[in-house]
């Protein structure tokens, strides 16, 4: 299996941790990353699209080609990457209007969109294409006893239209995959909130809806008595384990750690913690890491 | 003096996609994180219904039309798959269009277009990525994607459309 690498903005760049975990749960699994020096930032809804609708597709497609030339599917880590290259994907496939329009664009850089790329993400690999059987095979290192409460995040499950992964009212396979790694994965309200990390890091949502919403996320995964909330998405990451500085000093409640769902798995998978980037996560991960060690 | 609403340009430019008609059931609004927190800044059912009710040119210069994320929670939910977020998205384009925006562009629309990223790769992040093992991670991509993006850029008109060149 080979796929063409989509690192997006925010993961290399203040979540690299993450870049290294998913490199290296995806070698344990024989799984290929092809780096491409020729993809930008994805040119998300709230930067471009909303400002010009046709710039915004056709920088997309532009990443979409690049991939169409090394004749490689698209691995993204990102939850808003994976979703707006997916939904242009499908904009662009399902209008011939549309693909003419930008085609046409595209032709100033030689480049045509024609669609036979996909996208994907690296949960959805995980799932898909490689599947939880082959990963159960893998796992040497079970995390027996690790309350793990799952966050689905918006991007990697809507539009369900688009993406067509999972159920967008009562999704399964974060906690499928959760399982897996020997861990238990523990119902809590928030499991399919929504963090607003994207919205506030791009768009106009300013930082007390951001708070507010993920005080509500911490604390309901707290009453339901998680040892760490796994994301799989830059953005949530970002928000829920910086965010939850902020709030620390007003809030008589202790951090939860956050980890990667790709941090999770490679401990299964018996990586070590420095393999996976595990403590560079803001919230300490240190108890986190002797509890599963005991 | 426009003649046209709002209503009818957006229908247009959304294509198959058309405006459906809303119930204004008001699940959208109940299951949207945004209108959870400030129900009175924003509300996706009462944004529906000024289009529909044609209160359009006002909205164009409304900040409420910018706070949407993007969740596509308000379409999973819709009865009717009114597809909020996108009707949204094209009601900012016609707002920067009129030139009665108060939304600007962040400064990482600028960096993308300049360095292909929304960020600047600090020396500290190449170090810091070094010191784990990662490969480097340039200043910018490749000289030629860049050269695409503001190829693509100059065709499209953007900076033209934000009004950061003469119309």
Redesign the interface.
Known sequence: MEYAFFRGCLAPIREYGYELSVRNILRTLNVQLVDVEDFSCCAPACLFYSFDFTTGVALTARNLCVAEEKELDILTMCSSCFSNLSKTRKLLTESPELKQQVNEILSTIDKEFVGNTEVKHVVTVLFDDIGVNKIKEAVTNPLKGIRAAAFYGCHLIRPHDVIKFDDSELPYTLDKLIEVTGAESIYYKEKVGCCIGCGAFFGGVGEQVASRLLLKIVKSAKKAKADCIVVTCPFCAFQLDLGQFGIAENEETEAVPILYYTDLLGLALGLQPDELGVTLHRVDVTPLLEKIKS | MQTTSLKEIITR?M??ERLKICQQCGKCAGDC??AK??PEQFNPRRLIQKITLNYSREMLSD?EI????????C??RCPNRVAI?EIL??I??LS?ESGDTP?Q??A??KN?IET????E?LDE?EE??NS????P??QT??E??L???R???E??G?KR??GWEDK
Do not use: D, H
């Open positions: 430019m294509g198959n994180p945004i927190v400030i900040v910018w706070l949407c994320a993007f969740c596509y929670r379409l999973e977020p998205m094209r900012r384009n920067v939304k562009p962040s990482l629309v993308m292909g990223r929304v960020m790769v992040v810091w990525r784990i093992g990662l490969p991670l340039r991509v490749s030629q994607a050269n695409e993006i190829k693509i850029i065709t499209t953007f459309k934000l």
